[in-house]
């Protein structure tokens, strides 16, 4: 199959917009599954009410990113609550907690879908801003300005977090609870309450990352099924609990897809996420930047 170096330059350059999209709404996944292992299938629908709790915070005519940022301290607190629910109920109880969790986190799932479901209906929502359906020119290439908004979130929530996990003493903590919690103890940390910390800020971290979303297009209720593989192939391809490898997985996964989409057409796109994961698992478990 024959395409121009000019249609593969435009693919590459729409890929890395996707791309830091995709590493935004992947980094508290990269924080509760990477670091915590804990099995958070719930994450893309956490993610979706992020967007939806934008949307209704829109309305007053806030800009969406600074709602997304509003919303972190309410999300915060959520998933702290979520974490000692699931702490108490099935972490505590015994070592198949990854197994009884994940049905957790499935129901957690489908509750938060048929919630939005009955407050908003099945209909697509979106929001509005200066930004959004505007284009900045570069020579013959138009850049959406939302998605470069998308691309400035994830570098700057990957900064703070990485600076945050690196610099200071619970950051560290978080980084080794999910290594050895012994050892952790001996440094008169607790273990539980540096999860529910770090479980509270991997799910602030999705009300921006849902406001991302919102501002890239509209959204559904149903639409967390579609960011489920992208999220665990971004998370699994940078190495469990990398910040900057999640930046740079994003950047690879949205370049396949957008490669892919060009030369074979946008069916073939979903199916990206889930031949990146069987090859990272096959070759390089450890994933591109491992612990």
């Not at 702490?87 to 129901?107: C, I, M, P, Q, W």
């Not at 959204?219 to 990398?242: K, N, Q």
């Amino acid at each position: 199959m024959f395409f121009s170096l000019d249609l593969l330059f435009e693919a590459v350059l729409f890929g890395l917009l996707l791309g830091g999209f995709y590493a935004a709404v992947s980094l508290g996944l990269s924080v509760s599954f990477g670091l915590l292992d804990i099995p958070h299938v719930a994450h893309p629908a956490l993610l979706i009410l992020g967007a939806y709790a934008t949307y209704m915070l829109a309305g007053t005519g806030i800009d969406p990113i600074l709602c997304g940022l509003l919303l972190t301290p309410v999300f915060f607190v959520l998933g702290v609550v979520l974490y000692r629910f699931y702490y108490e109920t099935f972490e505590k109880r015994g070592s198949d907690a990854g197994v009884r969790g994940l049905a957790f986190f499935f129901g957690l799932a489908f509750i938060i879908e048929v919630g939005l479901i009955i407050a908003f209906g099945a209909d697509q929502r979106g929001v509005e801003a200066p930004y959004i359906g505007s284009s900045y020119d570069l020579g013959d290439y138009r850049i959406p300005y939302r998605m470069l908004a998308a691309f400035g979130v994830a570098i700057l929530v990957t900064i703070a977090l990485s600076t945050y996990f690196s610099k200071t003493f619970t950051g560290r903590a978080i980084k080794a609870v999910g290594q050895d919690e012994g050892a952790l103890r001996l440094m008169g940390a607790n273990p539980v309450r540096i999860k529910q910390l770090a479980f509270g800020i991997a799910t602030a971290v999705n009300a921006l990352a849902g406001a991302v979303l919102i501002v890239i297009g509209p959204v559904e209720p149903s639409m967390d099924r579609l960011y489920i593989g992208r999220t665990f192939c971004v998370v699994v391809l940078a190495g469990l609990g990398s910040m900057s490898g999640t930046l740079v997985a994003g950047l690879i996964l949205g370049i396949a897809e957008s490669v892919v989409m060009m030369m074979l057409g946008a069916s073939w796109a979903p199916a990206v996420s889930f031949g990146l994961l069987l090859v990272v698992l096959g070759l390089r478990p450890q994933g591109l930047f491992g612990r």
